[in-house]
């Protein structure tokens, strides 16, 4: 899991990445 949060991380990727870690 890449742990930079510079500029890309808003609350669409928080989503994207708690889907993730649903489906997994």
């Known amino acids: 899991m890449k ?3 510079e500029e ?3 609350l ?3 989503m994207v990445v708690v889907a ?3 489906l997994a």
């Open 3 to 5: 742990a930079r949060r």
């Open 20 to 22: 993730i870690m649903a």
């Open 12 to 14: 669409l990727e928080l």
């Open 8 to 10: 890309g991380f808003t």
